[in-house]
């Protein structure tokens, strides 16, 4: 027996979600039950919906495809219609699988109006996408293409039943013109494309509608521990290091060793300072260069600053002779550091504790002659995690052979081909693991996409890593809440400042209010 996992954790792909409906049907669900189950709770949300919006029933125009999302619609604009809603659908191609067919016949003898003009929709508030769902797979064109691409110019409300028409279920890209949604209500399990960068700005607010899936069936296609899964509240809260024992101190609290920041950037090491602060490290130490030792100092005074020799740019030429690399539960090596001193790399590889790997840090990894191109595995020469946190353009630096089209595909390979821990940036941020098992944080603002950023994250994620080293508690937990709780600092800073007041210091000062919230 496997442990159940919440459905809202799972993500799949088109294939999968087919395959556990057909375990549904093929143990007696009878298919069009399933259709009337899922469509009444679609109908039931719009209608909660609209009543928020406005006290009298707008009028829907409906579209209507040939395949059973194009069922759900029909059943939706059926269950309106009885409610009082006015409605108007429309159906672009006139083949039908049988289902739709049979609620297209049973809507038109109850004289629900169809449209034989798409331009006849602009008389309706609302226009719900039952076009195509997780069956789409070819590209939108010729009289499609041109429905979607006048639709998407109307300026009423748009819905979308389980995934736009045009997003490809499982990579997120636009197959020529997508609808564009304001809300989008995925049916039953996430689908791999809501969480791909490529489909975020056609998605609009993305809902999740149950409809009872027994885990059994999902764990039969899946597997025990589903490979793709998301970060939740409460897989992100549950892996905090809290609630701290009142019989503790500091070095039990996880000691990490940041090596950062140049005289050119300075910054960098005080935002992963200020960022190893808010996951409430019992004790942070911060290589720096001689000369950036008093504004850490400033900065940050609960630190211990190790002031290193520096080169004649001002960048670390070597760690303090009295510096043991060994006494630390995490080391983080990166942020502002320049690549003119490969040797910190060589030396924090050897250490056996995690390491995470940034900015500079992956540069230097990127060219170092052991690494090859991340297609040698770590694993024999390194026992402890090596977490990596590249954006697309580092990793392209760092596994150069990989040709996955997508980055949750590339990420994986990128981690089961090296043995590494790795942390793929972007709007959507993908963590795959050397297992295979790939994790994806499904909240997150654009506001984020500003420098510094990066650094605050850093140095979040390796305080916490500490932690978990420190208490021998698993790693990778640590590294999806770091993810979860950067973005979700990033999203209470934007509520108070809004997008664009949301610098990385900014953020680096919410982020211990939300971490500590949770306590
Ligand atoms: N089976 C059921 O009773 C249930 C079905 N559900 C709904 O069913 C959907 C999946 O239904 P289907 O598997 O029938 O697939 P779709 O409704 O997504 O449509 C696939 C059909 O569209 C055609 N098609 C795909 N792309 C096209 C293009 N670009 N141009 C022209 N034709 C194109 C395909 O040839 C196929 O006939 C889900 O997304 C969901 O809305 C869910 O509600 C769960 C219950
Ligand atoms: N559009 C976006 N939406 C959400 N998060 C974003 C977006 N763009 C960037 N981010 C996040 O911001 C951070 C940027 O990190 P990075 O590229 O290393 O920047 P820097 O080196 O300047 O700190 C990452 O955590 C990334 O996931
Ligand atoms: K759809």
């Avoid at 619609?73 to 039908?96: C, H, M, N, T």
């Avoid at 409460?234 to 090596?259: D, V």
């Avoid at 596994?399 to 590339?410: R, Y």
Wanted: glycine share 8%.
């Amino acid at each position: 027996m496997s442990v159940e996992l919440d459905l809202d954790r799972i993500i799949v792909s088109a294939a999968e979600m087919s395959a556990i409906e057909t375990r549904l049907f093929d143990a007696g669900f009878p298919v069009a039950a399933l259709m009337e189950k899922v469509a009444g709770r679609i109908a039931q949300w719009i209608q909660h919906w609209l009543s928020q919006q406005t006290p009298n029933p707008p009028h829907l125009g409906v579209l209507v495809g040939p395949g059973h999302n194009g069922g759900d619609a029909l059943v939706v604009a059926r269950e309106l219609w009885f409610q009082g809603y006015p409605i108007s659908i429309y159906r672009p191609l006139d083949k039908a699988k049988p289902l739709t067919q049979a609620h297209f016949d049973y809507a038109t003898s109850l004289g629900i109006p169809i449209l034989d003009r798409w331009q006849d929709l602009q008389d309706c508030q609302v226009i719900v996408d039952g076009l195509f769902g997780f069956g789409q797979t070819r590209p939108i064109e010729g009289k499609l293409a041109d429905l979607l691409t006048w639709v998407n110019q109307q300026p009423q409300q748009r819905l979308s039943i389980d995934i736009p028409s045009g997003i490809h279920t499982d990579t997120g890209e636009v197959l020529g013109v997508a609808f564009q949604a304001d809300v989008t209500l995925c049916l039953g399990l996430w689908k791999r494309g809501l969480f791909q960068d490529a489909a975020l700005d056609v998605l609009g607010e993305v809902q999740r509608l149950d409809f009872d899936i027994p885990w059994a069936d999902v764990a039969a296609v899946l597997g025990p521990v589903p490979q793709w899964q998301r970060i939740t509240p409460e897989s992100a809260r549950s892996a905090l290091p809290l609630p701290r024992p009142q019989f503790t101190h500091k070095y039990q609290q996880g000691q990490l060793l940041l090596i950062a920041g140049s005289r050119q950037y300075g910054g960098a090491a005080s935002l992963a300072a200020l960022g190893a602060r808010a996951s409430g490290v019992g004790m942070l130490t911060l290589a720096v260069p001689e000369s950036l030792q008093p504004l850490l100092n400033q900065q940050v005074p609960e630190a211990l600053v190790l002031a290193c020799p520096e080169t004649p740019q001002g960048a670390i030429a070597q760690l303090p002779r009295d510096c043991d690399l060994n006494r630390y539960d995490a080391i983080a090596l990166g942020p502002g550091l320049t690549q003119q001193t490969p040797t910190l790399l060589e030396q924090t590889l050897q250490i056996d504790s995690p390491l995470v790997l940034d900015a500079d840090g992956l540069n230097l990894l990127a060219a170092d002659s052991n690494w090859q191109g991340g297609e040698a595995n770590i694993t024999p020469w390194r026992s402890s995690p090596l977490i990596l946190t590249p954006h697309p353009g580092e990793f392209r630096r760092l596994f150069p052979h990989l040709s996955a089209p997508h980055p949750a595909e590339a990420a994986q390979q990128a981690a089961s081909q090296s043995g590494a821990l790795v942390v793929l940036k972007g709007a959507r941020v993908v963590i795959a693991r050397p297992d295979g098992s790939l994790a994806i944080n499904p909240e997150s603002t654009p506001a984020l996409a500003r420098g510094g950023s990066g650094d605050v994250l850093t140095g979040l994620m390796a305080g916490l890593v500490a932690i978990a080293a420190c208490q021998k508690r698993a790693i990778a937990p640590l590294v999806h809440s770091a993810v979860w709780w950067h973005a979700q600092g990033a999203l209470r800073a934007q509520q108070q400042r809004g997008v664009l007041g949301v610098d990385a210091w900014t953020l680096s000062q919410t982020l211990p209010l939300v971490v500590a919230g949770q306590v």
